[in-house]
Every structure is written in structure tokens, then in C-alpha cells.
């Protein structure tokens, strides 16, 4: 396995190459057995948020885990788009929450609230000067965003001092997510693939399971796999020891040219392609 195997962010960061993903992971017990496993078998990044409500299980985890502080690469986010004050006041809860000193990357979840759709360009901007006092004051190493297309950090780069470097977005072979990975690319943010599994969803591609057969993989592996050969990086969730073993076991093979454009051609096949605007909180 080489879950320490890293991207370069823009600011120079390294960060692990596969996140361990946490949305749905119950606080208290499985969340904490999740992330104490996932640990155990050799991640060392792990995505969380506020509004997860497992904080303090995932924090729980990673002070009995042992690992020094400085191996881990842990994100949470900002749900709520208030004033700057409340941003501040956010970020201090979830580090508290977390049982931590810092974040290694703090994430606007959403960017488009429905209560703030005319205004939504304002409500980022004000949080984001939150999250530029956050890494001013240590409390956070880098700053980036989610579900978030140009239209809305187009306005976002234009008034940031630190520029976002990670944008965080649903990525897999089903829903591909074409314009948005341009973007962040010709904005050197590194693009990271929420759902890669399609919350489960994927499976029901039938012919992913043929080519996993011939790499001797199962269909999770091949489609992690696509996404790191992609550039992303992939966030698999579980809760089963088994499969938090097994996602992670993606670093031993490559596909073939003739794979890859196969799985790029699954666009839109497990029905999860989407209207974002459509989905926007
Ligand atoms: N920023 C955002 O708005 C969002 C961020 N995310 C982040 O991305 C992470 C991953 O996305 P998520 O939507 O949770 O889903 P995934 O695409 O990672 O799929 C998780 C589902 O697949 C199952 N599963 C996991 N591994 C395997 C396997 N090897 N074989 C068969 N089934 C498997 C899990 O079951 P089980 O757990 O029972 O094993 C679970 O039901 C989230 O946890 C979160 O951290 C996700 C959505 C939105
Ligand atoms: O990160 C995961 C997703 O964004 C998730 O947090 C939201 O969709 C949330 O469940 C909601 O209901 O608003």
C-alpha cells in the first residue's frame, strides 16, 4: 500500500493522495471504529465536516490512533454561510470538536445556500476572510471550497488574498463533472472526488465488474484507480474493516489506455449525472 503517496497543492502543501470519507458515519461508535481502522490500515488523510455531527468521534480516533500530529492530513468544513464572525466562531468549534490545535484544510461545504442564492457571491466572500484569518492564526494550514462551479469561484478568486486550493466536488465515472475539472485545473486547484463510488451507487454498472475481473481487483479498486489516474483525489467512505482495506489497496496496478476510455464512456450510466444547480443547499 502507499497511502502516504502525495499531491503537490498550489501553496506547496502535500497532501495524501486517497481521503478517508466520514459523511453518514455515525458519531460514536462506527465513526470512531471507522476512522481508528482506517487509520490502522495506513491512511492518513480524513474528510470530515460540521455538519456531519461526528467531529468528536473522528477526533477521538485520531488521539488513540497515536500518529503524530504532523502525519495527518485532516479537512472538516463550514456549513453555515453567516458573517465573518460566525465563520470564525465555526472553525473554533470544529477544532474543538476535533480535539485539535488545527486543521490541514478547512472547506466552504456549500456555496450556494438557498436562503443566500442572490447574494451568494457576498456570503463566500465573507467567510472566506474567516478562513483567511484561520490560516493567519494557525489554525488552519490551507483554504479551499466545495460543490462550488465557475460561476461561483470565479467572484471568489477575484477578492481572495489565499487563493482556494482544493475544490471539492462529485467526481466519479458516472457523474464526470467535465466543466468544473477544467476549471479547477486551469486554476491550479487540485480537484477532489466526493462519492467516487457513487455512494454506493456505482456497482450497478455491470461492466465495471469485467474489468476488475481481469485485473484481479473488485470494482471499487478499478474505479479508485480511474480516479487517481484522473489527477483526483478520491474520498471512499465505509464503515466495514474489510472495505476500508480494500479501497486503499489501489496502488499496485495501472489500467490501460483502452480501460480508461472505457470508464470515461460511463458518463451518465448509473444515473448520478446532475444539474448541481438543481442539488444546491
Ligand atoms: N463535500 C460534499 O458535499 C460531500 C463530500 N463527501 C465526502 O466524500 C466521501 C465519500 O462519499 P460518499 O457519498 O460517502 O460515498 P462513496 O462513494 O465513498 O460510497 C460509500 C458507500 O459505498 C459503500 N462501499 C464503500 N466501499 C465499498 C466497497 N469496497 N465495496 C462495496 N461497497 C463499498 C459504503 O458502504 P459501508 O460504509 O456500509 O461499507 C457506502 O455505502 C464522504 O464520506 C465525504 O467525506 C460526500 C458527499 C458530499
Ligand atoms: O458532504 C455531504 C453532503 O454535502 C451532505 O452533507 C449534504 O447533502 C447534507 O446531507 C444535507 O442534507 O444538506
Redesign the pocket.
Known sequence: MALTETYTLSNGMEIPKVGF????SKDGEEAYQAVKTALEVGYRHI?TAAVYGNEESVGRAIKDSGIARDKLFITT?LWDLGTTEDARAALDESLEKLGLDYVDLYLI?WPNPKAFRPNFAERNAAVWKAMEDGVKNNKVRAIGV??FHPRHLEPLLEVAEIKPVVN?I?VNPSDQQEEVVAFNKAHDILTEA???????KI?AITELADIADKYEK?V?QVVLRWSLHKGYLP??????AS?IK??ADIFDFDLSDEDIAFIDSLHGKAGLARNPDEVNH
Open positions: 470519507g466520514t459523511w453518514q474528510d468544513k461545504h466545495s460543490n471539492q462529485m466526493y462519492s467516487p463510488l457513487g455512494t454506493g456497482f473488485t471499487a474520498l471512499p467512505k465505509s464503515v466495514t472495505r480494500e479501497n
